[in-house]
């Protein structure tokens, strides 16, 4: 049992100095159970609980505010002694506070340099640069040739010189997968028509043993992508600053850690503001318009296009048009002929191509924090928007249809990753 | 909206509205002091008891809390709803501050806010204060809403209405400020301590010294989620180049993925600050 006095009088247990408090204004009475009740002792400003104000005795309840003129008291220390803490929690009614555990987780210049002299050359690199999913606004379609470049090797350039993060060891990707492309050569859907996929597959087997002679390096590559990117360059602006630029190089550089085998490329990404569907690439150079980064959802998605786009390189989709542009080069007039056989079979080689680098894409997503599941419901709405489009006089017409990828991707995903997405 | 508070509370003008409340101005017409009001209306809580009770410990914790930079409860009212009478800072939330003001913070005015911050969270995690479950008083919400700067300069932290907290009211927050979120509470059946308001701390300052919010180009939610998970904030400097980049190293321990990898507690993160020495102007 305790008593305390509570006023401005110096004769009380505890002493307030407000002048609103009157000179002996409140008893409180704590009992053996440690009911805490207070009794006003008629002060002139009055005691309230919880704001309204008390006439009489009241027993107070745990959480009430007594106010006592204008000073808020802290009641429930005289409950215990300050280190006397457990008898409180005891006292009111609420659960033992909860244990802590932790959580759970927790350039070469010299060979190829005289090819974009070849306008029509010029215009091929564009066909074979590596698209990755097209169907476009219609007044984007044309593309323009030229050269020059200058600030914007400088911005790529910065970001190379990224403070080093202190990161756990990144995991690679499996290279243990198989690929299986069976998933293309299916029925009713546009463009996965099984004999020009067979003609095609077919004529890339000549054509590849036909150019085996020709030596294309990481360093021709690269320097096709700096043609592509001086011709970008020329065309159209790159948005390079900001927190979508900033992100595209973070997933970027997060998926590029994941080659178990890099062939020794120096990635770039490049932000095209233009508001075309499209990214492509050339030479460890990507290209991602901002129409289809307006496009994704959310970052798997986006991480989708890139670890794609990433596969064309690293797989050496470029290689065989290098081939026969250095042919062109070296034997004039005979390239023409070749390229010309090359167009009317691009559209099933790029099926294949495309597909593949979905599943290589894949495999690079899979030890990320990306889900690899949102790569089919972005095809799939991808495939969807694509039927709004006119695409008889889109440039990017020949290139196959979605549905099949995203089979060929659930199909990878299930045998190698025992992974199955709705 | 302003409830009948009787005579002593003169209306003023609102000042602000929220998922669960109103704020408004008002003057203390004993004292003649401005007050903030911030009230809870019964129709909130008719249906959910747990939310008055979350608002009357909101109150008991003010009450218990003496710091000079934790916002002071003046009065808590139970009529027609719930009103916690607070002392009125004139000035602007941190948030604003950056937004509006500062952009960018520099470094130095950077860890003298973030040090007085710090040592409001620090002191209440010491503090025993009598209610169940609390041993010490954990904020859980540190963002920088929740932080104002008064027109004199003054850094005061508001807003201990989460708090330790139920599962409920965890679920409530993480749809609120999943940015300034440490990885441990975005499990929602995972203990916190203070190690987790450390992680809030690191987070807010380093929006202060980039001047934008983090994870600010991030799509979604779940990209968000991904990234508390797995990777570290992104480099001050790629954001600012003019930033001191020593105080990334101090923002990279106070928001690692495992606590145990943290400042220890608040003063240890303090003392790291305050290892940062500035040639004199």
Known sequence: MQQIKIGKAPTNDIVIKDTTVSREHLEIFIDDDKNVFITDLNSTNGTYVNGVRIDKSVKLETFDILLVGNSLIEWPRFLIADDNLDKVYETLNDPPPRVNNSPDFLAKENNLKPIYKYSLISILILTIVVLILLFVDKNHTAFSINNNSSELENISESIDAEIPVQRKQQKKQRTTVTYDFSCLSNNGDIGSNDAIYNFGELTRDVQSSFFDDINISVEDEQDAGRGLLDAFKEKYRFINQGSDYRNLNSILNNLVGRLAKPRGFNYKIYFVDDPMLNAMTAGGHIFFFKGMYDFCKNNSEVAAIISHEIAHNELGHLTLDMKKQKAANEWGIFGEIVLEIENATTQSFNQKQESEADLFGMDLVYPTSFRNCDAITLWKRMSQNESEFDVVDNFFRSHPYSKNRSKCIKNHLTSNYNKNCN | ?281
Do not use: W
């Open chain 2, 1 to 281: 909206m302003f409830p009948d508070l009787g005579a002593k509370y003169i209306h003023v003008k609102e000042i602000g509205t929220g998922g669960t409340g109103i704020v408004n101005l008002a003057v203390d017409t004993h004292t003649g002091f401005q007050v903030a009001v911030k009230s809870l209306f019964k129709s909130h809580f008719e249906n959910n008891p747990a939310m008055l009770k979350r608002f009357r410990i909101e109150a008991n914790i003010y009450l218990m809390l003496s710091h000079p930079n934790i916002v002071k409860l003046k009065n808590f009212i139970l009529k027609d709803g719930a009103h916690l009478v607070m002392d009125y800072i004139e000035g602007m939330t941190l948030e604003e501050y950056i937004r509006t003001v500062t952009g960018p913070i520099p470094s130095e005015v950077a860890i003298a806010i973030i040090k007085d911050i710090a040592s409001a969270i620090g002191y209440a995690h010491q503090k025993k204060i009598p209610i169940a479950g609390y041993n010490g008083v954990l904020h859980l919400d540190i963002k920088p809403n929740n932080i104002l700067i008064s027109d004199s300069g003054k850094v005061m932290v508001i807003d201990y209405g989460i708090s330790q907290g139920t599962k409920e009211d965890r679920m409530d927050q993480i749809v609120g400020s999943l940015m300034y979120m440490a990885p441990e509470q975005l499990d929602i059946d995972s203990t916190l301590d203070h190690r987790t308001d450390i992680y809030a701390l690191g987070v807010l300052l380093h929006q202060m010294l980039t001047g934008i919010t983090p994870y600010s180009s991030k799509k979604s939610k779940e990209d968000i989620i991904q990234y508390i998970l797995n990777d570290p904030l992104e480099r001050l400097i790629d954001i600012y180049p003019q930033v001191d980049n020593r105080l990334q190293e101090i923002i990279d321990i106070a928001t690692s993925k495992n606590p145990d990898n943290r400042f220890k507690d608040c003063e240890d993160f303090i003392n790291s600050l305050e290892n940062i020495s500035y040639a004199a102007n």
